[in-house]
Each structure stands twice: as structure tokens, then as C-alpha cells.
């Protein structure tokens, strides 16, 4: 089946350690985006990606870096200088600028 | 910067009450436009969206929106709502020549049955 692959679903992590959450594509779209939802501040954009090799930095883009070295890969580091790491982070995906974008189901960080 | 506002954090009706959530976002130029819903428990699906032609845009489940250029609005309506639309909406906007998608703060409708 085509789809966003996001895993792990939950993700406990110790203050103070960098985590990687994974994103999947094989929708084959060129397009790739990480956002992060809190309750009532909707979904804010961290990073995104139009090209392989190619990202930009999105709202809150501070305490988290991306790679995206594949076309179907595009992985989230939180890194120990993200203040608040607790939330819950989406990773989207769409065909061009002039498409909708398809979401996967979310990955739940909590640091304690 | 490019942004997009939801004038609703809660809204709470009953069934067979008509919608209106509201959205104003900040582009110049052209943009794209969307509507997602995120039921409880589930991803993020599209209700509808609007490139270009009619401003009124119609969607899936009976959601329509209308784009009001001169108001840089896109509001949602659907005339009779269900207990089953309990969700959280979400609008989204990216200019026509560009990837970075905006989402507003979204809104968290409850509809007693």
C-alpha cells in the first residue's frame, strides 16, 4: 500500500538525549515536512524538504535538525537544545506545490 | 510571514446545527488552500482544498468552503452537522509557487447528539 510511515509510534527518551524519529515515503513525492502538534497551537511547521539534498527550515525549526539524503526518507533529530521535546510530531508528504499533502500517524515523544 | 488564523478554539453544537469555522491567512499573491479534519484517534485526512476557478469549493462528508479573495478568508460550512463530526479542523495554505504548507491553530468542534 502507498503511504507515510512514521515510527515508532510512541518514543520515550531521558533528558538531555538526541532522538531520531523516523518518516517513510513511497508515495514518490517530492515534498516532505515535519510538523509539530501541541493542543491549541495546531500543527507548526519544524522543517521541510522540496528536493533530495535540499531542506529549509520552517517556524520552529530551533532543537531539531533533518536530513534528506533519499527521496523517501526524510528523519526528525530532536536534539538536548529543544526546550520542550514533549509532543507529538507529524511528518507529511505531497507530489508538488500544487497538490494536497498526505499525512502519516504520528509519532508521540515524550521526554522525561 | 506568512500565516494562517482560526478564529475558534472550541465550538460545541448539537446535531443538525449548522458550521462555520472561520480562516484568514496572510499570503500575497496566489495560494492554495485546504481543509483537514483529524477525528479522534485517526491521522489527518483532506476535506477539501481550492487552487483556482470557483471560490466555492465543495468537499467530502458534505463540507463546502467559500475563498473571499478580498477578505483573505476561506471558511468551512457544512448546513447540518453530525454527531460523527467531532473533530479537530485544521486550515492550511501554501502560496501556488512554493512548498511551505502553513496550518492554523485549529478547531475543536464537539457535536452533542
Same mark, same amino acid.
Given at each position: 500500500?502507498?503511504?507515510? #510511515?512514521?515510527?515508532?509510534? $510512541?518514543?520515550?527518551?531521558? %533528558?538531555?538525549?538526541?532522538?531520531?524519529?523516523?518518516?517513510? =515515503?513511497?508515495?514518490?513525492?517530492?515534498?516532505? $515536512?515535519? $510538523?509539530?502538534?501541541?493542543?491549541?497551537? +495546531?500543527?507548526?511547521?519544524?522543517?521541510?524538504? =522540496?528536493?533530495?539534498?535540499? &531542506?529549509?527550515? +520552517?517556524?520552529?525549526? %530551533?532543537?531539531?535538525?533533518?536530513?534528506?539524503?533519499?527521496?523517501?526518507? &526524510?528523519?526528525?533529530?530532536? #536534539?538536548?537544545?529543544?526546550?520542550?521535546?514533549?509532543?507529538? $510530531?507529524?511528518?507529511?508528504?505531497?507530489?508538488?506545490?500544487?497538490? %494536497?499533502?498526505? &499525512?502519516?500517524? +504520528?509519532?508521540?515523544?515524550?521526554?522525561? | 510571514?506568512?500565516?494562517?488564523?482560526?478564529?475558534?478554539?472550541?465550538?460545541?453544537?448539537?446535531?443538525?446545527?449548522?458550521?462555520?469555522?472561520?480562516?484568514?491567512?496572510?499570503?500575497?499573491?496566489?495560494?492554495?488552500?485546504?481543509?483537514?479534519?483529524?477525528?479522534?484517534?485517526?491521522?489527518?485526512?483532506?476535506?477539501?482544498?481550492?487552487?483556482?476557478?470557483?471560490?466555492?469549493?465543495?468537499?467530502?462528508?458534505?463540507?463546502?468552503?467559500?475563498?473571499?479573495?478580498?477578505?483573505?478568508?476561506?471558511?468551512?460550512?457544512?448546513?447540518?452537522?453530525?454527531?460523527?463530526?467531532?473533530?479537530?479542523?485544521?486550515?492550511?495554505?501554501?502560496?501556488?509557487?512554493?512548498?511551505?504548507?502553513?496550518?492554523?491553530?485549529?478547531?475543536?468542534?464537539?457535536?452533542?447528539?
Amino acid at each position: 500500500d502507498g503511504g507515510i #510511515t512514521q515510527s515508532p509510534k $510512541y518514543l520515550f527518551r531521558k %533528558e538531555g538525549q538526541n532522538v531520531t524519529l523516523s518518516c517513510e =515515503q513511497n508515495l514518490n513525492h517530492d515534498a516532505m $515536512y515535519w $510538523y509539530r502538534q501541541d493542543p491549541g497551537q +495546531g500543527l507548526r511547521l519544524i522543517y521541510y524538504s =522540496q528536493i533530495v539534498n535540499d &531542506f529549509q527550515k +520552517g517556524d520552529i525549526a %530551533e532543537g531539531y535538525s533533518v536530513s534528506r539524503e533519499k527521496k523517501e526518507s &526524510f528523519p526528525l533529530t530532536v #536534539t538536548s537544545a529543544q526546550k520542550n521535546p514533549t509532543a507529538f $510530531y507529524l511528518c507529511a508528504s505531497r507530489s508538488t506545490e500544487n497538490t %494536497e499533502a498526505f &499525512f502519516g500517524q +504520528g509519532t508521540r515523544l515524550t521526554v522525561v | 510571514a506568512q500565516s494562517v488564523s482560526q478564529h475558534n478554539h472550541h465550538v460545541i453544537l448539537s446535531e443538525a446545527a449548522s458550521l462555520e469555522l472561520g480562516c484568514n491567512y496572510s499570503y500575497g499573491g496566489t495560494v492554495n488552500l485546504f481543509w483537514y479534519v483529524q477525528y479522534p484517534g485517526q491521522h489527518l485526512q483532506l476535506l477539501l482544498k481550492y487552487f483556482s476557478g470557483d471560490p466555492l469549493v465543495k468537499g467530502i462528508k458534505g463540507f463546502e468552503a467559500e475563498f473571499i479573495k478580498s477578505k483573505f478568508s476561506f471558511n468551512l460550512r457544512k448546513p447540518s452537522v453530525q454527531w460523527s463530526d467531532t473533530a479537530e479542523y485544521f486550515c492550511a495554505a501554501s502560496q501556488a509557487a512554493g512548498n511551505k504548507l502553513t496550518f492554523g491553530g485549529g478547531t475543536r468542534v464537539l457535536v452533542k447528539p
